[in-house]
Nanobody, 125 residues
């Protein structure tokens, strides 16, 4: 069993930056692919970015490519989402997730096995 806890959310002005963290406990996530998703009010959960267990392959949504970067720290059992050039449309609850398939950076939420509780990101205009 893997427990995931997100942190780092908050209120930021458009153009600003935030770094989200996802700390894992229960077991090491070194053998998992990891992903970030987000859900805005009244909208479905959408894919943001993912990374394979090795960190050698990443994938991100068109809407955030070039602005958001996913990375992982094996020693800290933590995954990060660096968010730059934030826009009001990035406002959402951000969730991290773990996928037991270590070799594919998935973009489909149904492929993920464990989820955190989410952290709120609000971008003001």
């Amino acid at each position: 069993q893997v427990q995931l806890v997100e942190s780092g959310g908050g209120l930021v002005q458009a153009g600003g930056s935030l770094r989200l963290s996802c700390a894992a406990s229960g077991r090491a996530i070194s053998g998992y692919s990891m992903g970030w998703f987000r859900q805005a009010p009244g909208k479905e959960r959408e894919f943001v970015a993912s990374i394979t267990w090795s960190g050698g392959s990443t994938y991100s949504a068109d809407s955030v490519r070039g602005r958001f970067t996913i990375s992982r720290d094996y020693a800290k059992n933590t995954v990060y989402l660096q968010m730059n050039s934030l826009k009001p449309e990035d406002t959402a609850v951000y969730y991290c997730a773990a996928d037991r398939n270590p070799f594919k950076a998935n973009s489909f939420s149904v492929d993920y096995d464990y989820w955190g509780q989410g952290t709120q990101v609000t971008v003001s205009s």
